[in-house]
């Protein structure tokens, strides 16, 4: 699979938080973690949509991609319950 990017699905400002204790992305708390795939001929831009086809335009990408080692998740331990079930198919697929 090509350059993955993990993608921070933001709530609104004030917005309840879905977890206790998720962390804040710009001062709005994340709601969902997506994963897309690069822009067409690029290693270090997001593509227009994620793997469950939502609009990257408004999502916050995270530093650093898709890890190498095949026993880590694609998305960090203090995400993981923000998953986007989708996305996670396909990145376990």
Known sequence: MSEIFV???????????SINGASLIEGRPVR???AAPAAPG???TPGPRTLCGKD???????????PTD?????C???Y???VC?????????
Do not use: K
């Open 7 to 17: 993608m921070y699905e933001l709530d609104q400002p004030g917005a309840a938080r």
């Open 32 to 34: 969902c973690v997506h």
């Open 42 to 44: 690029s290693t270090t």
């Open 56 to 66: 990257t335009f408004a999502m916050q990408p995270s530093p650093g991609s898709r």
């Open 70 to 74: 095949s026993d880590s998740s694609w």
């Open 76 to 78: 960090t331990a203090e």
């Open 80 to 82: 993981a319950q923000l």
């Open 85 to 93: 079930a989708q996305c996670d198919a396909v990145m376990e697929g």
